[in-house]
């Protein structure tokens, strides 16, 4: 028996361990990195305007995150279940309308936000049923429904509008109110937030919903009821859309055909700039929410700073094909880290 | 050997005269096992021998056409995986199959958390229960880091924990040990025999039989779809078993013919890719079929690959006929006479919704230009030509290869780098899930191309092929050449010695 490779260099010196160290520490650090980058902004801006943080600054800037971080709360389940629900800004949009129509009629307001999370539900049922039944990428179903509801939507609207005049008093009230700084629309959108996450983390339900967005095919071995799941998530995600549709009608009183036209994408981009990997299985709810509040503070840094709000959708742009080459980077070096410490203990 | 007691006569689980069928291949027919508590029960059969549909049979995944499966001696029918595991039965694949993004401890206990009040999850319980079944395993892993980047090994040890958890009363375990190493192997054995001795039953495939008869004590053969036999290992010979699974001498498997080596054609020199293989070197000459052995992951695949150029090289060179080929440019090396047979055929060498002329035609579309036009009649006779030269089976050359069986898929590639002339050709894998006939015609025609001069590289798994087609042997271990052995000196052990990385390097 002879010998081919005389002379092997020394492997590379790894840690003990530092596989499962470094792994952990990415995934805890990438909400924190996305709050440090918000919190810079904002420290950068307050230099240069100091009018920035007033109380009704603070109040813009969270009343304008609150519809974006719910809908995106709902968006991330759906994306972690390795889909996508395009539907959104549509289902928001009719929901705004229904709700909207609904309350000039002289209705309850209670009973209109009912109303608008029922529409939600039935938009994101269609949408789970088909993904999860039809067996057909969720990329292309919820681009379908995305312009069907759209369309039913012109046709019944036309060429109507719903303005705050015609409003219930309470309800335009509540939607620009809050305690001292904080609206109460944004302390709703932080209540369905940390019930989401606390029901992501404790709940086998939750728990599943990773599993078979990180290995479908495993999680159907393990004998997840992967239908019925992704049928859920999709229904919570509408729920949500409808929910954000009464509290936009609250926020803006102003509810036209186009309504939420385009808002899929910015939802999109905020939960995969929250950390939400596009291909499921991993990310947190408070990362997408964090996501959202980044890109709707640009809207309000830019102008404060006196750069022309035209650079905001080239910024958001940036942004997101920043994080992915951030994921994408650190899961390559991950991965090299990890095959060498397993190279040695092999 | 035998540990089957006279007072636990009954089965676990049994099988009884089942039949399978995938559209006109008869995977399985009338097949029969039974598995008893507290014995190691091998499985042994070709590749394509029905193994992989029996083990799916017994884990829920196919439903039988015919016959049935018994739990404690009563009929019971699968309805899915779920139900196979209700049952009690575990079934650890050769490749896991975990959730990447989650923890250890949350791959085991998927669906069956321990709760709190309300229905929480008791992450507590969870960690503490991962700890326990570590412990009763024998191994250090760490609850709560992440599956991704573990181990095969590894992953099967967490397979066998989740199998643990939910006392699985059956264990079938479906070639386990074919990407371990030797002291990794160890510690498996080690697990399965604490298992045993715990009174599980096991069902083992593995095609390394000094495992089977380390490990087992019954032992069922399988050979194109039926039952060959079953029986106790006590008393059987390797040879025995070979002969049962093969249904031939292996001769006539491995017809290599004495050729005497010409000139070196193919020559690698300290190739290195960075953090995939070191240092490399080798030489092939004419006339010669140099086998290439090593564990799954070794890095055969991807020296090939770099040799032909598909992937780049970091350093080193490599000459052919004493003509050095370009780093990364596959075109070049077919051009100098190198042609590659990938391991996977029908994702890298074959085009399956085409004919099976254009398949054979695509290496040679240069060739068979008129006037800046394919000229589709030259193709078709070329083409023609080596279907039947290599005595492809088909109905029509116009139909679509994926109407063809493994095999003659197999053939078409081939084909389709004869038909280049090569001076060397490297062929990966070249019998992987073919039926044992045309396995002795794929061996035929290497040793018959060798014979005509042609410098073969072959990489395989199969050792017996190995063992049987290569004028010498080389080895990898972790992307290292760790041995070359001649003919006369090559054994399951010395290149399994070295595959492991056992042997003195």
Known sequence: ?346 | MTHRSDADPAPVLALKDISKSFGAVRALRDVSLELFPGEVHALAGENGAGKSTLIKTLAGVHRPDAGQVLLDGEPTLFHGPADARDAGIAVIYQEPTLFPDLSIAENIFMGRQPRRALGRIDHKATHAATLALMKRLGVELDPDRPARGLSIADQQIVEIAKALSFDARVLIMDEPTAALTGSEVARLFGVVRTLREQGSAVLFISHRLEEIFQICQQVTTLRDGALISSEPLDGMTEEDLVRRMVGRDLDELYPKQDVRAGEVALSVRRLTREGVFTDVSFDVRRGEIVGLAGLVGAGRTEVARAVFGVDRWDAGEVELDGKKLTNGAPSMAMAAGLALVPEDRRAQGLVMDMSIERNIGLTGLRKTVRAGLMDRGAERSRSLDWAVKLQVKYARIADTVNTLSGGNQQKVVLAKWLATGPKVLIVDEPTRGIDVGTKAEVHRLLSQLAADGVAVLMISSDLPEILGMADRVLVMHEGRLTAEIARTDATEETVMAAATGRAAA
């Not at chain 1, 490779?5 to 790894?14: I, L």
């Not at chain 1, 899929?264 to 997408?288: K, N, R």
Request: proline letters at 3%; a positive charge; hydrophobic letters at 50%.
């Open chain 1, 1 to 346: 028996m002879t010998v081919t490779a005389p002379n092997p260099a020394p492997a590379a010196e790894v840690p003990k361990s530092s596989g499962t160290r470094l792994v952990d520490r990415v995934f805890k650090m990438r909400e924190l990195a996305i709050l440090l980058v918000f919190l810079v902004m904002i420290v950068i801006t307050q230099i240069g305007n100091s009018d920035f943080l007033s109380e009704q600054g603070i109040k813009d800037l969270l009343l304008n995150a609150t519809i974006l971080v719910l809908v995106a709360t709902g968006q991330s389940l759906v994306v972690i279940t390795r889909n996508v629900d395009l539907s959104v800004g549509s289902t928001l949009g009719i929901s705004a309308f229904a709700a909207g129509t609904y309350l000039e009629g002289g209705g309850n307001s209670v009973v209109a936000v009912i109303l608008a999370v029922l529409l939600g539900i039935g938009c994101g049922l269609v949408n789970g049923l088909l993904v999860s039944l039809g067996q057909v990428p969720a990329l292309v179903v919820t681009l379908g429904t995305l312009y069907i509801i759209r369309g039913i939507d012109s046709i019944w609207v036309g060429s109507r509008q719903i303005t705050a005049a015609g409003l219930p008093d309470g309800f335009i009230d509540f939607g620009s109110g809050g305690i001292s700084a904080v609206p109460y629309l944004a302390l709703i959108a932080l209540l369905v937030l940390v019930a989401t996450a606390y029901y992501l983390k404790h709940f086998g339900s939750g728990r599943e919903l990773y599993a078979l967005g990180s290995n479908p095919e495993a999680a159907r071995l393990a004998g997840i009821p992967v239908r019925k799941r992704i049928l859920a998530a999709y229904t919570f995600c509408g729920a949500l859309a409808g929910l954000a549709g009464a509290l936009y009608l609250a926020r803006f009183g102003n509810v036209d055909s186009g309504t939420g036209n385009g808002y899929e994408l910015t939802v999109v981009s905020a939960v995969v700039v929250g950390g939400v990997v596009f291909t499921g299985g991993s990310g947190s709810v408070y990362g997408a929410a964090l996501g959202a509040l980044l890109l709707t503070s640009i809207n309000s840094v830019l102008p404060a700073l006196g750069v022309s709000s035209v650079w905001v959708l080239a910024i958001n742009g940036i942004l997101l094909i920043l994080a992915i080459a951030v994921d994408r980077i650190v899961a390559l070096r991950v991965a090299t880290a990890l095959k060498k410490r397993n190279a040695r203990h092999g």
